[in-house]
């Protein structure tokens, strides 16, 4: 209607020019078959023919969202319409693979996978999820599977205006997914006005199985390694069904690359912590590699290998920088890029980096944490708790969050009853709160309550970057209150709770801070300084400078445990006047700081402003 009447309107316009060129006179026969052929270009103009594998639909107020605004597009969850519960996979593989194909497209703002999810089975309105994710088109689909026979519906929709800007219908068999997938990313472009260069094109045209089957168990591998809990029996069963794959098609390069992912988390979260496991990542990420050099996710699984496996930053980054060349908009990339370079210290570099993941995954709670967590290492600390409650407003049960905005007040002020209202507000059940629990009422004095909330925890409480037996946090505050026999027995229980631990995985910095705190609460002094020494090495052997902060606070704890004032204070002098979870508040607050109160360094150090 809108292009009828545009046209008509230039009908109108000519024949005024007319009008003008010849003195006002009356329209003649020909001028009015003029303006009639003109309509009727337009009317023609809206038609659109249909396609094979299915009826496409006309576009309806196309021009009221100008081509720049459409080229940003959120690709909502396809709802699976297959008879088979079971097959639900199927629709989310599809649903990752286009994701995947529009993000590598460099004319594209693609939002990311995580924050789409959160709207699988939404009730709000096409308008609003464009608002909240900040952009002018969505698009929306249906996946159904019965055997090998495929139905996939999609439409294109202006946010603004609720106008299709582009809809199809596609019936096929399996082997027809790979070119549905395509024509429905082909089609997006054009309607979109998106500029694809000759390598996106090959790209987006290239099938990345013959083998049906092998692609059937990807798609089910690739949503098991997805799965946000990664727990050892998903992970398990992720590598299980890539396996499956790889032996059906052992050219299958996607395969490959979620295979190395699945065997890269079950060693980074020690599932299994051996070189074995490391060999296995390395392996299969080479092998995507070999298969199709210029694939980004192929240079992503290699760059994985290479910061997870190896700890060599250097070239992580460039194996991640050269995949971004070819995903320019891939929020998991961008942010990868950036722990990276959290790792090597470039504080400034990985903040912009989470900055610009977020700006193309809003809703994604993990970024937020980890963005958070960054800001609180800067001492950012209102950033920090922004982002905090923005975490707790996506993910409520989330504990990281309240631990991060607890800790940046605490760490600006000293805030202890801002502390305390916040883990009142949490489940007590939560794992880490414990430790939070303990420490608060450690730093508030309060030596009975830290008891009772330490025998209330779990016998180990493993968080990411510290490993607490409870005998760690009953010895403390029994010590505290001066009962020196029984804080002997629970320390002498922490020492073998680590001594079994470290049975397992002796390059586990976590085990050797435990193991140096009991040493030092039992009056091993000695034993205490080697295994704070021990975890310094270990830490510095990874070139990690985010955790070698954390470890250089812990180290310095057990040292002002032991009595070695200069040792301690030295690390603390570097401590806060480099980025550091440290604040001159806490140093003030927290008792296991006590023995160095009397140094006038120390002193200093608590005075001076956050």
């Known amino acids: ?22 003195g006002q006179q009356k329209a003649s026969g020909i001028e009015l078959l003029m303006l009639a052929a003109l309509f009727i270009i337009a009317a023609i103009g809206v038609t659109v023919v249909s396609r094979k594998g299915g009826a496409e639909q ?23 319409l297959s008879a088979d519960p079971e097959n639900g996979y199927f629709a989310e593989g599809i649903h990752n693979e286009l994701l995947t194909q529009l993000a590598g497209l460099s004319d594209l703002k693609v939002i990311s996978r995580t924050s789409v999810m959160a709207y699988a089975n ?24 019965s055997g090998t026979k495929v139905r996939v519906q999609a439409q294109l929709i202006d946010a603004k205006t609720d106008d299709h800007l582009w809809a199809q219908t596609y019936n096929g068999e399996l082997t027809d997914v790979f070119e549905m997938q395509t024509d429905i990313a082909r089609q997006i472009t054009g309607a979109l006005d998106a500029t694809l260069t000759d390598a996106e094109q090959t790209r987006i045209a290239q099938r990345p199985t013959e083998n049906a089957e092998a692609y059937d168990l990807y798609l089910q591998g690739r949503e098991y390694g997805l799965k946000s809990d990664h727990s050892l029996e998903n992970l398990r069963e992720s590598q299980r069904l890539l396996e499956q794959a790889t032996k059906l098609d052992p050219e299958f390069t996607l395969a490959y690359v979620w295979l190395a992912e699945a065997h890269g988390w079950m ?116 950033d920090a708790a922004r982002e905090a409650d ?9 504990y990281g969050s309240t631990s991060v905005k607890l800790f940046s007040h605490l760490a600006l002020d000293g805030s202890l009853d801002t502390m305390r ?39 180990v409480l493993s968080l990411y970057a510290d490993w607490y037996p409870r005998g760690l946090l009953i010895g403390q505050a029994r010590a505290a209150l001066g009962d020196i026999a029984g804080a002997r027995i629970a320390f002498e229980s922490a020492r073998a709770a680590a001594d079994s631990a470290l049975r397992v995985n002796e390059a586990d910095p976590r085990l050797h801070i435990a193991r140096g705190r009991a040493y030092a609460g039992l009056g091993r002094f000695d034993d205490a300084r080697k295994e704070a020494r021990r975890a310094g090495e270990l830490i510095a052997a990874t070139k990690d400078r985010y955790l070698e902060a954390y470890y250089a606070t812990n180290r310095a704890e057990i040292l002002a445990q032991i009595g070695d004032v200069d040792g301690a204070i030295e690390l603390l002098e570097r401590l806060i006047r480099e980025p550091s979870d440290l604040s001159p508040a806490i140093l003030r607050l927290d008792p296991v700081w006590d023995p160095l109160r009397k140094d006038a360094r120390f002193q200093r150090l608590a005075a001076a402003a956050p």
């Open 58 to 80: 006309p576009v309806a107020n196309a021009a009221l969202s100008t081509p720049a605004e459409r080229r940003s597009i959120a690709v909502l969850p396809f709802a699976s």
């Open 390 to 398: 923005r975490v707790r407003l996506l993910e409520p049960g989330y």
């Open 267 to 382: 060693h980074w979260l020690s599932f299994d912590p051996t070189s074995a496991r490391k060999e296995m990542q390395r392996r299969a990420a080479e092998r995507a590699l070999e298969l199709q050099p210029e694939l980004p996710d192929a240079r992503r699984a290699v760059g994985l290998y290479h910061y997870w496996a190896r700890r060599d930053y250097e070239r992580a980054l460039e194996e991640y920088q050269i995949a971004l060349r070819g995903a320019p908009n891939d929020a998991d990339l961008i942010s990868a890029i950036a722990y990276v370079q959290r790792r090597q210290g470039k504080y400034s570099e990985a903040i912009a980096g989470l900055e610009r993941a977020l700006a193309l995954d809003p809703r994604n709670a993990r970024v937020h944490y980890q963005l958070s967590g960054t800001y609180l290492r800067v001492r950012r600390y209102a």
């Open 122 to 145: 939404t009730q709000k309105t096409v308008r609003d999820i464009a608002m909240e994710l900040g952009v002018a088109t969505v698009l929306q689909g249906t996946v159904q599977k």
């Open 1 to 22: 209607m809108v292009v009828v009447l545009g046209v008509g309107f230039v009908a109108i316009l000519v024949l005024a020019w007319f009008h003008g060129e010849r």
């Open 421 to 459: 209202t916040l883990l009142n507000r949490t489940d007590r059940e939560e794992e880490e709160s414990h430790a939070d629990r303990v420490r608060l009422e450690m730093m508030s004095r309060d030596f009975k309550a830290a008891l009772r909330e330490a025998d209330a925890a779990a016998p």
